[in-house]
Nanobody, 133 residues
Framework: QVHLVEYGGGAVQAGESLGLSCRIDEYTYLYNGYCMGWFRQTSGKERQGIAAIYHGGVNSYYDDSVKGRFTVSLGDGRSTLYLQMNRLKPEDTGMYYC????????????????????????WGQGTQVTVGS
């Protein structure tokens, strides 16, 4: 069974950087056509997709709120999903979740699909990121 576990959360000050990682056990089950995504949830807000990678096409996607500051990548033979967060802002505070789900082979469809919670079938437990001012 696929298990995802996030690491690297913590407390930082605005403007600083933090790197998150998500270990994907039994990652070979996700070899074909999967999106690997990062979601964020802050108190009072819905959980939203902030970044994702499509395995098959090696495409990456970003929400406008983090584009240019965050970088999502896969490493360690696709066993680990990373999120490098730079120039952090207080509004980046929240619980960060990694997730995996089957994405469409159609690149146009993926542009919509990657941020939809419904397509993600595997979720990590989350890691807290707190950004002070």
């Amino acid at each position: 069974q696929v298990h995802l576990v996030e690491y690297g959360g913590g407390a930082v000050q605005a403007g600083e950087s933090l790197g998150l990682s998500c270990r994907i056990d039994e990652y070979t089950y996700l070899y074909n056509g999967y999106c690997m995504g990062w979601f964020r949830q802050t108190s009072g807000k819905e959980r939203q997709g902030i970044a994702a990678i499509y395995h098959g096409g090696v495409n990456s996607y970003y929400d406008d709120s983090v584009k240019g500051r965050f970088t999502v990548s896969l490493g360690d033979g696709r066993s680990t999903l990373y999120l490098q967060m730079n120039r952090l802002k207080p509004e980046d505070t929240g619980m960060y979740y990694c997730a995996a789900g089957k994405c469409s082979g159609n690149s146009i469809a993926r542009q919509r699909q990657w941020r939809q919670e419904e397509i993600y079938t595997y979720w990590g437990q989350g890691t807290q990121v707190t950004v002070g001012s």
